[in-house]
């Protein structure tokens, strides 16, 4: 038996553009036969990701990046006991830190900048990829790396499959080149959608040059830019066998469950963010815990939400209660535990779940989870 732990969330955002396409135009997807506003799963992960460094203790996150080499030399040095001040000791320490990398079975690539000191950062090599590196794993590297002899490729390989930060834990690591330290993801985000039909508008803005004189009626700069507005569902689900195999511990499982819970769910993408202001809290954020498999709600909105004198909110609650009710029976899909927490014109929800506020719903949800990972 497997617990997944499903997320259905309804937000409205104002006039924003949080996730943009190569044009520059708010991201969108045909669903039902109508254009509608999207966010994509990469934009919502990264919010959510950085929305941990308030919640959970960061030696307990991870670092995503190519500068494997800057995040490990520090740490050498550190543990030599040797200055950062110190060229040829950098020197050395990079040297050392690239050896790590090649042991984990990674490609390097030399630095572009030609004119910098080798012992500077901007001449350290980054790796081809970017790399999912928790901070006790880094920790551990530079244990490795600070001793003195050659390094044991399969002993730096262990550190890379151990110690995994509750990041990687819940979104895994890809790397292509060394596929013996992959981790896979325990959790799945869905790209949001908006409930109903939503158009593009745009947006014409002028910028006034302060030091025209007073007869100079003109713009100092004209431009355009796109927006949209919509009331969106979204939606993710946490394997919490998973998660818990990927991270050691049943307690562990737990801790993450809950820190994504807030996280995920109070986050926002930050495109134009001071352009438009638009950072909302969810109005409504219904959990699932269920055995069998995760199972979106998105269906509920195949058909179009048409708003009414309430606006979108409301009728997009009442659309998902009706779904849920009459789907999940049919296909034996029910859960074994819901819970809700709403705001105003969300009261329908009431009918799935227990009401709860976000705090108390993370406090079930990493008992939940806990108890599920130790079954």
Known sequence: ????????????????????????????????????????????????????????????????????????????????????????????????????????????????????????????????YLVFISAAQADRLAELAAADGPLDNKVVKEVMKGGNGIDIALFGRMVADAGDINVDAAVQVAHALSTHAADTEDDYYTAVDDMNPAADTGAGMIGTVEFTSATMYRFASINVDALAANLG???????????????????????????????????????????????????????????GQDGFVRASCEALVTYANDLLPQFGAESQQVWVTCGPGAEALDELGERKTLDELAGAIRSAATDYARL
């Open 249 to 307: 511990s049943a307690d562990a499982a737990g801790e993450a469950a809950a820190a994504f819970a807030k996280a995920f769910a109070t986050s926002m993408p930050t495109g134009k963010q001071n352009a438009f202001g638009n950072r909302t809290l969810p109005d409504a954020v219904v959990v699932m815990v269920r055995d069998s498999q995760p199972v979106s709600l998105v269906g509920a909105f195949e058909k179009p939400v048409l708003p």
């Open 1 to 128: 038996m497997t617990t997944f732990i499903d997320f259905h969330i309804i937000q409205t955002l104002p006039p924003s553009n949080i996730n943009r396409d190569d044009t520059g135009a708010p991201k969108s997807a045909m669903y039902g036969g109508v254009r509608r506003a999207r966010v994509s799963s990469q934009a919502w992960k990264r919010a959510t990701r950085r929305d941990f460094e308030g919640i959970i203790d960061t030696l307990k996150l991870s670092y995503r990046t190519k500068r494997v080499v800057e995040l490990l030399s520090p740490r050498i040095l550190a543990r030599q006991g040797k200055p950062a001040d110190d060229e040829a000791a950098v020197a050395a320490a990079n040297k050392r830190a690239e050896e790590v990398i090649k042991a984990l079975g990674l490609k390097i690539e030399k630095p572009r900048a030609k004119r910098a000191a080798a012992s500077s950062p901007a001449a350290a090599a980054q790796s081809k």
